[in-house]
């Protein structure tokens, strides 16, 4: 087999790409992975969105402006003084991209180590298959044409933008703009209350900005459990998060040095802001530009997403797409998922992703975290339930961490005690989600977890206590 010859090319190094990549590779077949991601250097940048401008930098600056916040506040509580306290934005930057750095690296070393040929540049369709395969052309710094047997497309998905109000990443910012501000804007607006929208929103105010999230829906976090919505928004709102609920954007215009925002508010009444810098954070589009879809007779659908069945299948043989370039959830984690199935798929395995237990994280402070169906979705099923919560405020270790504020909440079937869904709004809750999924993974019920001993003092005495509040038994509140 010629090096220009493989048997799984994958179009993508981003979470859902590179993992598939490796998988394959373990797997026995001959794989070669492209990605056009490039570092300030011009070097390869393997790792997607979620790498480069996304999941990761994005916790490293919430990590590091969180520290900030308790210097500043809570500090003193602990018996620890800090005066003189000043923020280094430029370090804080530095670190960020060290942290983006280190993962790029990991996954070359990962694609060495896994003997995954690895090509930087842009992948696209240059026709139909033929006996060697579909060709796949990169341009790059050295332009070749590659053959694969087998296509996993993994392009992910570039944030959406306000019509009339292009991302310049200067005064009107994608997620890309907001990861590198170079000063702490005095005014920030924030257009779009999810996941992106709120962390971005947390982290600048808590580096000083006074930050106004304007959300078009009338619901605050509609995905989310009502309940736990209800408590977020009360405790970003006493946090100083301004967060303004069913506005109507009528015009961005921007100026030298600031963006005008004219809206009707959920009143209908007009209002005008003006902002240092606005973050756009309206969803993601799926990237399928220059992929060459039309050149290899690769069908799309209305919205531009790759059109896949239930096994990411496209309507080619042997090509398949996985992520945030189709259907599901925009999550690194299930695009992970995806990349592993296919590559199992592809050796004739039973590659399988369970889209009922994928879990879902907004890594505010405090965290919100949950699995499964919502107590409304449950509700509008007509599906008998019965609900449990336990607040943190009551449990011993989130009181000697200073953080007492949310709850843990079990939803399960009123007949059987299946749980049906979990949801967690508190300190890590990020990793408190984790026994939910596996207990719902197994069918487990609410007792299951009611009876099962855990750590004391731990966090995750909560999410016992929520499953002994089902049956009205809990032990500590």
Known sequence: MSNKQFDVVVIGAGPGGYIAAIRAAQLGFSVACVDEWSNEKGGPAPGGTCTNVGCIPSKALLQSSEHYEHAGHSFKEHGIDVSGLSLNLGQMVKRKDTVVKQNNDGILFLFKKNKVTFFHGRAAFAGAASADGYPIAISGKAPETINAKQVIVATG???????????????????????????????????????????????????????????????????????????????????????????????????????????????????????????????????????????????????????????????????????????????????????????????????????????????????????GRTEQQLKADGTPYKAGTFPFLANGRARALGDTSGMVKFLAHAETDEILGVHIIGPMASELISEAVVAMEFKASAEDIARICHAHPSLSEATKEAALAIDKRTLNF
């Open 157 to 371: 998905s570039n944030a959406r933008a306000l019509p009339g109000a292009d991302f310049d990443e200067k005064l009107i910012l994608s997620n890309t703009g907001a990861l590198a501000i170079d000063a702490v804007p005095a005014k920030l607006g924030v257009i779009g209350a999810g996941v992106i929208g709120l962390e971005m929103g947390s982290v600048w105010r808590r580096l000083g900005s006074e930050v106004t999230v304007l959300e078009g829906l009338p619901t605050f976090l509609g995905a989310v459990d009502e309940q736990i919505a209800k408590e977020a928004n009360k405790l970003f709102t006493k946090q100083g998060l301004k967060i303004s609920l069913g506005c109507k954007i009528n015009a961005v215009t921007k100026g030298a040095d600031n963006v005008t925002v004219e809206y009707n508010d959920a009143k209908g009444e007009a209002v005008t802001a003006v902002f240092d810098k606005l973050i756009v954070s309206i969803g993601r589009t799926p990237n399928t530009n220059g992929l060459g879809a039309d050149k290899a007779g690769l069908a799309l659908d209305e919205r531009g997403f790759v059109a896949v069945d239930a096994d990411c299948k496209t309507n080619l043989p042997n090509v398949w797409a996985i992520g945030d370039v189709v259907r599901g959830p925009m999550l690194a984690h299930k695009a992970e998922e995806e990349g592993v199935a296919v590559a199992e798929r592809i050796a004739g395995q039973h590659g399988h992703t369970n889209f009922d237990t994928i879990p879902w994280v907004i890594y505010t402070s405090p965290e919100i975290a949950w699995v």
